[in-house]
């Protein structure tokens, strides 16, 4: 069935360090792909967008890589800080199965 | 501040009880949807309308329900509550019922279950 499923479900880099959070999904038809950040207590927030025609898509300080040949995509956050510490969690095509997301802790 | 706005944002009731979570969606969205995040858990998707018709239906119980209205601000029933019913809801809310563009997330509606 289809499923959008993360690695890891926890993450902890240093402050000033790069993230990458990945996510993979089993379903070829998926033409939409997009990241949300949910800080602590409050809703998902878009980050990022990508389309499957695309390899991949730069935003300020975040990257977003679509791999479909291996069917998984990634999240590159440039120069981690405190207040990028939050769950990030994919979506895929208006999927609305988001998953169990990845923590992103980030040590000073 | 997304624009979606949820009410009330914390609730506690009893085991049995019946509640009502409301959301306005941002001016001009026609798309609502309900999410259930249990602690450290993630989005579980529950329902959408749009433009006053369910569009989407995902793993929401029987004891729930939900509906959109003329004015387009939508309403989740929970009725029945369990201890398990405990969550954080959310409402999000999209333009259009497409595949693509972002949703727009509320801050959410704190339930529990005593």
């Known amino acids: 069935g289809e499923s959008v499923g993360l690695h890891l479900p926890t993450l902890s880099v240093q402050e000033g360090d790069n993230s990458i959070i990945n996510c993979a999904y089993s379903?070829?038809?998926?033409?939409?792909f997009i990241w949300y950040k949910q800080e602590s207590g409050k809703g998902p927030q878009f980050i990022i967008d990508?389309?499957?025609?695309?390899d991949k898509r730069q935003g300020q300080r975040v990257t977003v890589l679509l791999n479909k040949t291996v069917k998984h995509l990634s999240l590159q956050i440039a120069a981690t800080q405190p207040g990028d510490s939050a769950v990030y969690f994919c979506d895929r095509s208006r999927d609305m199965r988001f998953g169990a997301g990845t923590r992103l802790t980030v040590k000073p | 501040d997304s624009g979606v706005t949820q009410t009330p944002k914390h609730l506690i009731t009893a085991t049995g009880q019946r509640v009502t979570l409301r959301c306005s969606p941002r001016s001009g969205d026609l798309s609502v949807y309900w999410y259930q995040q249990s602690l450290d858990q993630g989005l579980q998707f529950l329902i959408q309308y749009y433009n006053g018709e369910e569009r989407a239906k995902g793993n929401i119980l029987e004891r729930f329900s939900a509906q959109q209205f003329p004015d387009l601000h939508s309403e989740l029933n929970l009725s029945s509550l369990e201890l398990g019913d405990s969550a954080l809801y959310f409402c999000?809310?999209?333009?259009?019922?497409?595949?693509?563009?972002?949703?727009?997330f509320g801050e959410g509606s704190r339930l529990t279950v005593l």
């Open positions: 990508i389309r499957s025609n695309m």
């Open positions: 379903n070829s038809a998926s033409d939409y």
């Open positions: 999000a809310s999209s333009l259009a019922s497409a595949d693509t563009g972002e949703l727009f």
